[in-house]
């Protein structure tokens, strides 16, 4: 069993920044990957960034050159940091622990950018 617990959504005016954080513990040590996802109502949830345990990123072509993905092992933590947020941006946000052979969600927060 792994728990994961997301903060730091809230509402940010264009151009801002935020910061999530995921707080995982646990069943952690075959966790292969941490990612973050995000879901608007009536789509279908879409990858931001993922992080593996060796620190190889990804990003969506979307969120490339503003956001950051990173890990902090010693606090069993991951973290997106946005930049330059949108209104597009605009998504309730979920942490993501692949095993590979099943996939746990946190509860999600959400992240709502307009002025």
């Known amino acids: 069993q792994v728990q994961l617990v997301e903060s730091g959504g809230g509402l940010v005016q264009p151009g801002g920044s935020l910061r999530l954080s995921c707080a995982y513990s646990?069943?952690?040590?075959?966790?292969?990957?941490m990612g973050w996802y995000r879901q608007v109502p009536g789509k279908q949830r879409e990858s931001v960034a993922t992080?593996?345990?060796?620190?190889?990123?990804t990003y969506a072509d979307s969120v490339k050159g503003r956001f950051t993905i990173s890990r902090i092992n010693a606090k069993n933590t991951v973290y997106l940091q946005m930049n330059s947020l949108k209104p597009d941006d605009t998504a309730v946000y979920y942490c993501?622990?692949?095993?590979?052979?099943?996939?746990?969600w946190g509860q999600g927060t959400q992240v709502t950018v307009s002025s």
């Open positions: 646990g069943s952690i040590f075959y966790i292969y990957r």
């Open positions: 993501n622990a692949d095993f590979r052979s099943a996939m746990v």
């Open positions: 992080i593996t345990s060796g620190g190889m990123t």
